[in-house]
């Protein structure tokens, strides 16, 4: 895609009109939106399975000219970085540990159109929360056993005319879930094939009548889990 990737063009309305009158020399937000994507590549480690965790607290340092003029922005700018960064993690599988937070600071010793940024992960463990999303609406799986179908006993249930009461069982055992057909009139599937059990992937996709569900894992701090 050229000099600029998808990440980059994101912020392309940010450079442009009053912004782009703003960063003539120095540090541009383009070169921090790099900057921020390469620290969150470098600093990107397997934990588990499919499962890769990066840093949440990123510091960016500027020259003080350079941090004065990013700073008379207020928070639309990072606002900005923030969620362009989320979206290079999302499209890269990349979890972060807690809420992402973008920081401007000044360091003395840096000279305008110089920058640095530095990293770390929120204190305390990581804990994994699966979750299924159906039609915009997450559910969070608990840890044993969980039913989904159309029957109002079922622990999620699901508007379809093409599934069972009792469609299928997802057992999550807080590490990995497990997805089983109770024997459905439909059948289910996994992927596009069908299945009668089969270990789940994060973002793997189950279908159920005309009904879809996404499972997905995330990473947060175990006071949040």
């Known amino acids: 895609m050229g000099l600029l990737d998808r990440f980059e063009r994101g912020l392309e309305r940010v450079v442009n009109g009053a912004f782009a009158k703003t960063f003539r020399s120095g540090v541009e937000p383009v070169e921090i939106a790099a900057a921020l994507?390469?620290?969150?590549?470098?600093?990107?480690?397997?934990?588990?399975?499919?499962?890769?965790?990066?840093?949440?607290?990123?510091?960016?340092?500027?020259?003080?000219?350079?941090?004065?003029?990013?700073?008379?922005?207020?928070?639309?700018?990072?606002?900005?970085?923030?969620?362009?960064?989320?979206?290079?993690?999302?499209?890269?599988?990349?979890?972060?540990?807690?809420?992402?937070?973008?920081?401007?600071?000044?360091?003395?010793?840096?000279?305008?159109?110089?920058?640095?940024?530095?990293?770390?992960?929120?204190?305390?463990?990581?804990?994994?929360?699966?979750?299924?999303?159906?039609?915009?609406?997450?559910?969070?799986?608990?840890?044993?056993?969980?039913?989904v179908g159309r029957g109002s006993d079922s622990d999620i249930t699901i508007d379809d005319a093409g599934a069972s009461r009792k469609h299928v069982e997802i057992i999550w055992d807080g590490d990995r879930a497990q997805v089983s057909d109770l024997g459905s009139t439909n059948g289910t599937k996994l992927n596009g094939k069908k299945l009668k059990k089969a270990l789940l992937e994060p973002d793997s996709i189950i279908d159920i009548g005309a009904t879809r569900l996404v499972y997905r894992v995330q990473a947060q701090t175990k006071g949040n889990a």
């Open 37 to 147: 994507r390469r620290e969150l590549d470098t600093n990107a480690r397997v934990v588990s399975r499919e499962r890769i965790l990066v840093p949440n607290l990123l510091t960016v340092q500027l020259s003080q000219d350079d941090s004065e003029e990013l700073l008379s922005l207020g928070d639309t700018l990072t606002d900005e970085l923030k969620q362009s960064l989320q979206k290079h993690a999302a499209s890269n599988g990349y979890s972060f540990a807690a809420p992402l937070i973008i920081e401007i600071d000044t360091d003395e010793k840096l000279t305008k159109g110089m920058l640095e940024v530095t990293s770390r992960s929120a204190k305390g463990e990581v804990a994994w929360q699966a979750v299924i999303d159906i039609k915009g609406t997450r559910h969070r799986l608990r840890k044993g056993a969980t039913i």
